[in-house]
Nanobody
Framework: QVQLVESGGGLAQAGGSLTLSCAASLRTFNTYTMAWFRRAPGKEREFVGSISWSGINTYYAESVEGRFTVSRDNAKNTVFLQLNNLKPEDTAVYYC??????????????????WGQGTQVTVSS
């Protein structure tokens, strides 16, 4: 059974930083494009960023580009999301997602096969 388990969420002040991790029980992790999405209260789940299977290519939502960074460690089956210069509007539940052999430019939820349970990020002003 495939599991994606996020961790690292919590409370941060505006301007601060957090690092989220997602550990994946995917046997061939290095064939999966990985992504992060988020859902703010009362809003739809939205794309944050993604990373190719090799880690060479990344793609970001305009709202986070330059502040958030997606990276991965294929030896540890883990993907990361570094959140810098946080804003109150970044408050959301953050989810990681996986799609095998997929293109990195895939900002829709339907493109992903596996999902984690989410981790809460709360940013205070």
């Amino acid at each position: 059974q495939v599991q994606l388990v996020e961790s690292g969420g919590g409370l941060a002040q505006a301007g601060g930083s957090l690092t989220l991790s997602c550990a994946a029980s995917l046997r061939t992790f290095n064939t999966y494009t990985m992504a992060w999405f988020r859902r703010a209260p009362g809003k739809e789940r939205e794309f944050v960023g993604s990373i190719s299977w090799s880690g060479i290519n990344t793609y970001y939502a305009e709202s986070v580009e330059g502040r958030f960074t997606v990276s991965r460690d294929n030896a540890k089956n883990t993907v990361f999301l570094q959140l810098n210069n946080l804003k109150p509007e970044d408050t959301a539940v953050y989810y990681c997602a996986a799609r095998q052999y997929g293109a990195v430019r895939a900002p829709t939820t339907g493109a992903y096969t596996y999902w984690g349970q989410g981790t809460q990020v709360t940013v205070s002003s």
